[in-house]
């Protein structure tokens, strides 16, 4: 844990000041699980407490610690086919609300890794390199693990045309 005074305020400040970029990064990771993305930063956290005094980047640790927690947690997860499908909750008609939606659940559809790698490039907004750092693997895994991510969402969720479509029709080209 952390020894002195000064590096348990480091640690209390840079908690206070990042936790609502991470928690939505952890929510994004999750597809959309509030509670799942609330125990993934607090992992998270927790671990990265432990070896704060050895670290030089928090920012780069902490999301390298939450893609591996999160990646962990899915390999054990089960899952199971069922006949039925589970009714959605109606939702509010609003577009961005509408536009949520459609982004959770086709995040929800892809892979864990294509996932963390669209979250950390385009709502994280980190550089190839960066994410490439994060994940640890290489640039061109990034850009074509991003690539094929992309697609599968087009292909998923035809959706997203529409919505895009209606989104720069209505808020102009600034979207």
């Known amino acids: 844990m952390i020894r002195d005074s000064a590096g348990r305020r480091a640690f209390d400040e840079f908690v206070a000041a990042r936790s609502p970029a991470f928690i939505r990064l952890a929510y994004l990771l999750t597809a ?6 609330e125990d993934l930063l607090q992992a998270s956290l927790a671990k990265t407490a432990l070896k704060w005094h050895k670290i030089e980047d928090p920012e780069a640790y902490l999301r390298q610690v939450m893609y591996r927690q999160q990646i962990s947690w899915w390999r054990r997860r089960r899952e199971y086919a069922v006949a039925e499908l589970p009714e959605r909750p109606a939702a509010d008609t609003t577009h961005d609300v509408e536009l949520k939606i459609v982004i959770q659940d086709a995040l929800g559809k892809l892979t864990s890794k294509q996932r963390a790698v669209l979250v950390l ?6 550089s190839e390199s960066t994410v490439a750092a994060t994940l640890g693997c290489s640039i061109g895994t990034v ?23 209606r989104s720069t029709a209505t808020h102009g080209k600034e979207r």
């Open 32 to 37: 959309g699980d509030q509670h799942a993305a």
């Open 121 to 126: 490039r385009y709502f994280e907004d980190l």
């Open 143 to 165: 850009r074509s693990t991003a690539h094929r991510a992309l697609a599968r969402l087009l292909r998923l969720c035809p959706e997203l045309h529409d919505l895009y479509a």
